[in-house]
């Protein structure tokens, strides 16, 4: 089935820091600090492109008593914000995308 793709976007700076999260900084140089466990789980998911199902099914493994409509709603805000940030980008079925980003561990 054809599904759009997510993917970290390139040309941005991403680090693990002291705080036990990650720390991304957009081309426009903000930054913007993951620290809850849903949002590194799916940041570090999005090391490989992945569709909506596949990181919905991803925080199913580690989120096992919430309802699944819930993590889909949560997994949509989080790729809509990264996406506004230039820090995640939704590549059309057919299209690959690329995962390069500066700094990644």
Request: charged share 25%.
């Amino acid at each position: 089935m054809n599904r759009t793709t997510y993917c970290r976007a390139r040309g941005i700076r991403a680090f693990t820091d002291k705080e036990h999260g990650w720390t991304l900084v957009t081309r426009a140089g903000e930054f913007v600090c993951l620290r809850n466990a849903a949002s590194l789980t799916l940041w570090e998911a999005l090391a490989e492109p992945a569709d909506e199902d596949a990181l919905v099914e991803g925080l199913q493994s580690g989120f096992p008593a919430v309802p699944a409509e819930r993590l889909r709603r949560d997994v949509r805000r989080f790729l809509e914000e990264l996406q506004d940030l230039g820090l995640v980008t939704a590549q059309p079925p057919g299209q690959r995308c690329g995962t390069a980003v500066a700094g990644a561990d």
